[in-house]
Each structure stands twice: as structure tokens, then as C-alpha cells.
């Protein structure tokens, strides 16, 4: 497999504030990498980096290139969407069009005309006139017309009802994912993407709390629903997380084998939501 993105050690400080604390992982090309991390875990900081907006201590790579230094050879084959619509309110969907077709080398206009012609997004529409599921739309349409190898989406359905957002997943997969594209998407919606994801990435405090394949996960975790004398024997063997449950206590464990708790109690693999509570309220316990 290509690394797309590889860091080794990346720290960023704001002053005595370690938004992103020595992390080294790796993005291959062609998955769908889900990063969640709690407000101020460092996710934007993370994002920043890789799109080259700030600079940071240790090594990061995008595509075979130092993403602050050399950020305007980069931008040609990234794309990007934040949680908040950068496009000029002021401007037509046509211009807009015009605009890209003069500036990007790898746009293909025909392609966003035809992305828009499925929604009701007017080319003679000003963007201050489209509601927030129509911008969103419009940005994806431009986006997918550009080919690009890396898409980074930042809460990316941010205020769109949930029909809006099933849509803008499912067309994000039809028409841009191709299996040789590679997605780095945050959220804080993370059931709605989680069938999605061939990878996940946690972060918290600035560090990697775990970085795996989703096909992995069913090997390393699962959670116990037990009770009574069950659970105190279970406990024993070292839950990284407890919670209670309608008087039951559900227990995630790490790397253990499922065997060891039989009898006591029903297992299963945690959803990416449950997971993600357990490693970030673990690692603080």
C-alpha cells in the first residue's frame, strides 16, 4: 500500500497549550479515515497541518510533500470542506464555475455541470440564496468535478437535517470514491459514517489514542453486558471502561480473549460511538 499522509512525531504548541502532541500515523490511499475527538482534542490543529495552514515540529507528509513549504504544488490535488461555507455570498453558481474552470487545473466543468444538474441548485443563483443543504451541495459538485487524490472533510453536513446529510454521504461514495481516492473525514456524527470507514483514528489531548482498520476491531475490542457477582469476577480482568445500563454493567475490553469472560455475561463488538467514549473516558480514568 501508498502512504498519502505520513507523520512521524508531529507536535504543534500554542504556548504552554499542546494541541497536538507528538502523533505519528499513517493514511493509505484509497480508504476512508474517520478522525473523532472531543472539542479542543486537536482535531482542526491535526487538519491544519495536513493542509499545510500551519507549520508543526517533527515530520508530515501529504503526497510526497511538505504540506507548509510546499503548499501551492499540494493544493492541486487536495481538496477540502469545512463545517462553515468559505464561498462568496455575493457570487452566481456560474461564476463560480467560471472562476474554477480559469483556476484549477485538474476541475472539469462539465462534471460539476452535471453533478448539478441533480439538485435544485440555479446557475444563475447567487450563493446568498441557497439554504445551507443547497451551499453544501454546491461545494460537493465542485469538489467532486476536481480530481483530486485527497479529500479532507471537517464536520462537512454541520446544520443539515438528516436527509441532506444521508445524501451528501451517499453521493460522496457514487461520485467520488473510487477506491484509489483517499477521504479524511471529522465528525461528531459518528454513527452516520461509521459503515462508511475502512479506518478510524481517535484523538484526545492531542494524542493518538487509537489508529486501526475498522475490519480489525472486532479482534481487539468487545463489550460485556453482565451483573452481580458476574461483573465483579469480570472486572478482575481489567476493563479499560465500565457503565451502567438499565441496572447492568457493560464493560469494554482490550485485548483479550473473549473466552476468558464465558459465563459471564453476553459479548459484542462495540459500535465506533461506544468505542470512542470508552477510550477517551478510559485513558482520562
Avoid at 507548509?68 to 455575493?90: G, H, S, T, Y
Avoid at 446529510?165 to 451517499?170: L, Q
Avoid at 477521504?183 to 481517535?202: A, G, K, R, S
Wanted: charged share 25%.
Amino acid at each position: 500500500m501508498t502512504s498519502l499522509v505520513t507523520a512521524s512525531n508531529v507536535s504543534k504548541h500554542y504556548g504552554d497549550v499542546r494541541a497536538v502532541d507528538n502523533v505519528s500515523f499513517e493514511i493509505e490511499k484509497g480508504k476512508i479515515m474517520g478522525l473523532f475527538g472531543p472539542n479542543g482534542a486537536g482535531k482542526t490543529t491535526l487538519l491544519k497541518a495536513v493542509l499545510g495552514l500551519t507549520d508543526c515540529q517533527g515530520q508530515l507528509s501529504v503526497l510526497g510533500l511538505d504540506p507548509f513549504r510546499q503548499r501551492k504544488e499540494l493544493m492541486r490535488n487536495i481538496c477540502f470542506i469545512a463545517d462553515v461555507a468559505v464561498l462568496p455570498r455575493w457570487i452566481k453558481v456560474t461564476q463560480l464555475l467560471d472562476f474554477m474552470e480559469s483556476t484549477h487545473p485538474n476541475f472539469t466543468r462539465k462534471r460539476a455541470e452535471e453533478l448539478l444538474s441533480q439538485t435544485k441548485v440555479r446557475n444563475d443563483a447567487k450563493v446568498r440564496e441557497l439554504s445551507k443543504g443547497m451551499v453544501t451541495q454546491l461545494h460537493l459538485s465542485i469538489i467532486t468535478a476536481i480530481d483530486a487524490k485527497l479529500l479532507v472533510l471537517d464536520e462537512p453536513t454541520l446544520g443539515l437535517d438528516i436527509i441532506f446529510r444521508k445524501e451528501f454521504y451517499g453521493n460522496l461514495l457514487n461520485d467520488y470514491f473510487d477506491g484509489e481516492r483517499t477521504i479524511l473525514i471529522t465528525t461528531h456524527q459518528v454513527e452516520e459514517i461509521e459503515n462508511l470507514m475502512t479506518d478510524i483514528m481517535f484523538i484526545n489531548d492531542g494524542r493518538i489514542l487509537l489508529d486501526s482498520s475498522m475490519e480489525s476491531l472486532p479482534d481487539t475490542y468487545f463489550e460485556l453486558t453482565t451483573a452481580g457477582e458476574d461483573a465483579d469476577r469480570a472486572r478482575q480482568m481489567g476493563p479499560v471502561y465500565e457503565r451502567d445500563v438499565f441496572g447492568k454493567k457493560i464493560m469494554t475490553f482490550e485485548g483479550i480473549d473473549r473466552e476468558k469472560l464465558t459465563g459471564l455475561g453476553e459479548t459484542h463488538t462495540p459500535s465506533v460511538a461506544d468505542l470512542f467514549v470508552a477510550k477517551v473516558k478510559g485513558a482520562a480514568a
